[in-house]
């Protein structure tokens, strides 16, 4: 593991990496705070850091350390107190709701932990949904490809009440996906499927940086989770704490234990 300091992080993120690739997403000296007076908590302190373009990244740290808040303020999902949340060339905390719903539904996809499927709706319905909201139409190639490698060609008319939840949760990628957007925000997307059906999103996830060229952002508590990941950025007191290329199951359980994992 080598440690980074906010300051060693480029300050321009967006013009490019340390590497030269490009950076999809970035915070520049994000700071949150909730509440005010006393019960004032400093979610994030200053975050600086950039998610490389075609870049598998996991976000990982002890409980409260500011792991959702700081994905949330990427994602436009909840409004930074100062510093920028760069998606592309646009700061999204300059941005009004009218505009940041539009962001949320065209530039970026989202996997929850709950896969957030809308129960009235056949698979297919729920994976073009964004795209209908939009007024677009869904790239037949793409589509056919996702749900071929999700193995949801069988289930595309079924609804999420008659899916696993693993078949659930790639019904889910398949939507997060199939728009092309910019950046996927994945929260804890295995956090409630058992290891088989684990393996087989994060194994997904992994090929799709490696096939599409898609950029993935993941919060986990998992070290093996993380370790499908190109990288692991870690967070401690709302702080960036260190990073780790390459990562493997050992390597983080070390950093995070070393942080103080309390989870
Ligand atoms: N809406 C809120 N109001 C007040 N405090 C909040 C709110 N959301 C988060 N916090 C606080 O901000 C800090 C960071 O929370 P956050 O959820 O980002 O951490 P996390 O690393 O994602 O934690 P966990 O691993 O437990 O999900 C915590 O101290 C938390 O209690």
Redesign the pocket.
Known sequence: MHTQSPADVPTTPAAGGADGRLTAVAAVDLVKV??SGDTA?R?LDGVTVGFTRAQFTAIM??????????MHCLAGLDTATSGKALLGGTDLTVQPDRVLTKVRRERIGFVFQSFNLLPQLTAEQNITLPLDLAGRTAERGLLAHLTGVLGLDGRLTHRPSELSGGQQQRVALARALVARPEVVFADEPTGNLDSRSGAEVLSFLRGSVRDLGQTIVM?T?DPGAAAYADRVVL?AD?RIAGEIDRPDRASVTEALQSLGNH?
């Open positions: 909730y509440g908590v979610a740290g002890p409980s409260g350390s500011g792991k959702s808040t700081l919060v508590h967070l709302g989870r």
